[in-house]
């Protein structure tokens, strides 16, 4: 097999904390990143990833302030996503 071709009899999945299957913009993604928040209020890359998952779950205007959080503590990526979501 080359490595370019996929082979259907394996399936990629990613998990939570909490076991449960990840999916992009699920509350539980979100939940995850409220408690690394909680534990370093100043874990600007779990602000910018909650900010996408609270947009991608349409709460625009939640995760826009989070990746607001996000870019006042440096991460440079929250800009571009700011521009793209937030204007």
């Known amino acids: 097999m080359k490595v370019t071709e996929v082979d259907a009899r394996y399936e990629?999945?990613?998990y939570n904390a909490d076991g449960s299957v990840y999916t992009p913009g699920n509350s539980n993604e979100i939940k995850e990143y409220n408690m690394a928040i909680a534990l370093n209020p100043k874990y600007a890359a779990a602000y910018y990833d909650r900010g996408l998952a609270k947009i991608k779950a349409d709460l625009k205007y939640e995760g826009c302030l989070d990746l607001?959080?996000?870019a006042a503590l440096g991460y440079k990526m929250a800009d571009?996503?700011?521009?793209k979501y937030c204007q």
């Open 68 to 70: 607001t959080r996000a």
């Open 80 to 83: 571009e996503q700011i521009r």
């Open 12 to 14: 990629i999945v990613a």
